[in-house]
C-alpha cells in the first residue's frame, strides 16, 4: 500500500481518539522551513503566537510529528514550534564535507540558529531524549532566551539495555517491503500503544524508496569523526560527552521538570534523582504507562505534567 500520509488530519483523529485525548476536534499545524547552517530545516507551527512560545526537540529516529498528540492537548495554552533536527523527518542532511565534526556540537548550533531565527525573547525549550540532550547543552551554555527547560527520560547517563534494545528495533527495520510491515513490527516492539497512533506516527516516519520499499526518514550515515576510535577510544569519548552533559546540566539556572516513564528503560530512577540533586532548580515527575517515549505512550498526563510546570515559571 502507499503511504496513507494523504490523510494527515483523519489519521491525527483516530490516533487522538485511540490515545484517549479529551478533544472534540483535532487542529493541524502549519508546515515551515528555513536555511539554516547550510540545511533546509522543516518545523511545525501549532498557533496561538500571542501565547507563550515553547520550542520542542524530537527524539533520535523520530521527527517533528512525534509531539502532536501532546500538542493537541497543549496548544491552546502555549504556542508550540516543533522542528525535525538534522538528518531527521523531512530537514536536510549533514553535508558530506561535515561528517568529521561532532554530530551533537552540530545540532548544538542548530538549535541557537533556530531559536535565532524565531526572534523570541523569552521561550521554553523542551526535548526528549537525544533533544533532551541537546537540550542540556543548549541551557547550559545559551541561557539568555529561555524561561523555563523540560527535559524527557535522559540523562547523561542511559541504561545500556534499553539502548541496545531500541537501536535492534530501528536496524531490524532499516527497510522494509511494505508500510504494513512496518506496522506489524512496531506493534510487537510497542504493544502499548494503539495500533491507530502507530500508524499516524508512522505515516511521518517513513518514505519510500525508488524500488517501492519503506524505510526510515532518517540519516543513518556513520560519523567519520569516531569512525576508526578503539573501543578503549570510544569509552572514553563516551565518558568525556557525559561528564560534559553533567557540566552543563549542573549550569542550567531555569527551573527545570525532569520527566521518566515510570516504565523506561532508558532512565534509571537513580541516576534521575542525581540530576534533581545536582541542578539548580530542577524537579522529577514519573509519567505512569510511559516507556522512553513518553510524550507518546501517555500524552494525556505528560501534556497535564508540562502544563502544570510551565504555567507557574512563564
Known sequence: MSNPQHDYAGLLAEAATAAG????????????YVELNGIRFHY??????????????????????????????????????????????????????????DNSELMLQDTRAFIEHLGYAKLSLVGMSMGGMNTMRYAGRYPERLT???????????MRAGLVEM????????????????????????????????RYSLTHALKQTDDGR???????????????????ERIAVQDARAEALWDDL??????TLLFRGADSKILSVEVAERVIR?????????????????????????????????????
Request: aromatic residues 6%.
Open 21 to 32: 485525548l479529551p478533544i472534540s476536534t483535532v487542529t493541524t499545524p502549519t508546515d515551515h
Open 148 to 158: 523555563a527547560v523540560g527535559i524527557v527520560d535522559v540523562a547523561p547517563e542511559s
Open 214 to 232: 519503506y524505510t526510515w526518514k532518517q540519516d543513518h550515515r556513520r560519523r567519520l569523526h569516531n569512525m576508526d576510535l578503539s573501543d578503549a
Open 278 to 314: 545536582e541542578m539548580q532548580h530542577a524537579e522529577l515527575v514519573e509519567i505512569p504507562r510511559a516507556t522512553h517515549n513518553v510524550h507518546s505512550d501517555n500524552p494525556v498526563d505528560f501534556a497535564a505534567a508540562l502544563d502544570k510546570f510551565l504555567s507557574r515559571h512563564v
Open 250 to 255: 549542573r549550569s542550567i539556572a531555569q527551573p
Open 167 to 198: 537501536e535492534a528495533f530501528r536496524s531490524e527495520t532499516e527497510t522494509l517491503d511494505s508500510f504494513e510491515a512496518f506496522l506489524n513490527r512496531a506493534m510487537k516492539f510497542m504493544p502499548h500503544r494503539a495500533p491507530e497512533h502507530l
Open 44 to 101: 511545525l507551527d501549532w498557533g496561538n503566537a500571542h501565547l507563550p512560545h515553547v520550542v520542542l526537540l524530537h527524539g533520535g529516529s523520530l521527527q517533528a510529528h512525534t509531539w502532536d498528540l501532546a500538542a493537541l492537548l497543549l496548544r491552546d495554552r502555549y504556542h508550540l514550534i516543533a522542528p525535525s533536527q538534522r538528518g531527521h523527518g523531512d530537514t536536510g542532511w549533514t553535508p558530506e564535507a561535515d561528517l568529521d565534526k
